[in-house]
């Protein structure tokens, strides 16, 4: 049974740092893309950020590119978030998710077969 568990969410003040870990099991990890994405209220899930299988390659959404940092440990089964110069507008439920197709689908929410339950992220302004 696959399972992803993210954790490291909560309450930060704008212009801090939080850093969001997502442990996975039952699955062969390396192969993976690992993805982040949010959904903040009222508003649909968006894509954060995505790792290729060795960590060599990565992509970003616009509104976060600079700030977040996406990065994996295959030794641990763990990806990672590390989101620097939080602002409010970052506000949202943080998922990791699996995705065991091509690079090409790396943005693409519905090519991801596994997901995670989310962790809060609250930025105060």
């Known amino acids: 049974q696959v399972q992803l568990v993210e954790s490291g969410g909560g309450l930060v003040q704008a212009g801090g740092s939080l850093r969001l870990s997502c442990a996975a099991s039952?699955?062969?990890?390396?192969?993976?893309?690992m993805g982040w994405f949010r959904q903040a209220p009222g508003k649909e899930r968006e894509f954060v950020a995505a790792?290729?299988?060795?960590?060599?390659?990565?992509l970003y959404a616009d509104s976060v590119k600079g700030r977040f940092t996406i990065s994996r440990a295959n030794a641990k089964n763990t990806v990672y978030l590390q989101m620097n110069s939080l602002s409010p507008e970052d506000t949202a439920v943080y998922y990791c998710?699996?995705?065991?197709?091509?690079?090409?689908?790396?943005?693409?929410?519905?090519?991801?077969?596994?997901w995670g339950q989310g962790t809060q992220v609250t930025v105060s302004s």
């Open positions: 039952g699955l062969i990890f390396s192969s993976y893309i």
């Open positions: 790792i290729s299988w060795s960590g060599g390659n990565t």
């Open positions: 998710a699996a995705n065991h197709g091509g690079w090409n689908s790396r943005a693409n929410l519905n090519d991801y077969e596994y």
